[in-house]
DNA sequence: ACATTAATGTAGCGAGCGCTACAAGATATA
DNA sequence: TATATCTTGTAGCGCTCGCTACATTAATGT
């Protein structure tokens, strides 16, 4: 009679994976708590029961949205070192792949929620801002140390420079100073 | 007839610059039609008897901020084209002075909505990006014409990678990739 | 078997949201 | 002065929000 469920830490990790969806596709200001609970399956009421309020809700989901992210970021990276030009065409390439779009779409709403002072994601986003800087490096082909952390954080400008033209809608300005050269 | 028409039409003006430096202060985040009523020293019932919804008011607030933002960038203009390094170090240097921050606030927020599909906020950041392009171009010393077009296509996204790391605390970042060569 | 605790449903509170209905003062026009 | 129109205040509607109180059922330990 009665559905068989999970022990209560594998029904909260499964709770996050389906906030994790839910963030994903719909980004974080289509999610209330009711809605969350929707996507996950249960009620506003139970995930106020498995977390303490919502800011720890988002906390938890952002976290496992981060650690899917890095998953594909590793699956995804060039087999060697490239040059900062080529690897930004790659990048730029890959980031516009429809898997990573919604993580993009996520990490420039995390970003403007950062831009007025919100602190909580202020952190958030600069922690994840430096995992991507010391991912980038480990990608860059440059011998002289020095020269290679001014690349990696020229990547990390380029990169995001380039994912915030590319929401809002200017993919050609992002083809003009990336593509081929004439 | 077109005295009091004239009159209405200034006040109305007059709401318009108070909603501007509201939101510009606060982001659009915090601005309710009863935040924004008090911020223009009027109520909520006479904001949408000047105006059709909140997204008409909106709509006219931002157009606001960007001609007053047009004016400032006029101003800091560099007498002389420069070469495109030396450009984005001008202008990184610019955009973090204590005028420009809300409105480089105010701009990644709006392109955090353009990140979800907010078709209204996609169209008012592909306007303003393509004004910034037009006018960065203006200000690159640079012969050759393809190159010179592909030369400000990089700066818009150099400049608007800054303005989303400066966001996330990662000022650090940007300086080392930017700062004089050693 | 019984007691205790864990898990979940139901219902709703208080606050803020965009927006509107209604009426009344202010002003212009006849 | 009378009337019509412009402008503004008061009040509140219907909704969603995060969150909670209370009750009940399911599972577990003794």
Redesign the pocket.
């Known amino acids: 009679?009665?559905?068989?469920?999970s022990?209560?830490?594998d029904?909260r990790s499964d709770i996050l994976n389906g906030l994790a969806d839910h963030v994903l596709a719909h980004g974080l200001i289509?999610?209330?708590?009711?809605?969350?609970a929707k996507a996950a399956g249960?009620?506003?009421?139970?995930l106020?029961?498995?977390?303490?309020?919502?800011?720890?809700?988002i906390a938890a989901t952002v976290e496992v949205v981060a650690a899917r992210m890095v998953l594909h970021m590793n699956d995804m990276a060039s087999p060697q070192r490239l040059p900062l030009d080529a690897l930004v065409r790659h990048l730029a390439a890959v980031l516009s792949d429809p898997l990573f779009r919604p993580y993009m779409r996520l990490w420039l709403e995390i970003a403007g929620m950062a831009a007025r002072d919100d602190p909580f994601y202020t952190q958030v986003g600069e922690v994840i801002g430096r995992g991507f800087l010391t991912w980038g490096a480990a990608q860059i082909a440059e011998e002289n140390e020095g020269q290679h952390i001014r690349e990696a954080a020229k990547l990390l400008i380029m990169i995001e420079g380039i994912v915030f033209l590319n929401s809002i809608g200017l993919n050609d300005v992002v083809q003009t100073a990336i593509g081929n050269p004439a």
Not at 1 to 5: E, P
């Open positions: 009679m009665s559905i068989k469920f022990k209560s830490a029904r289509a999610s209330s708590l009711r809605a969350l249960t009620s506003d009421r139970m106020l029961y498995y977390f303490k309020d919502k800011s720890e809700i």
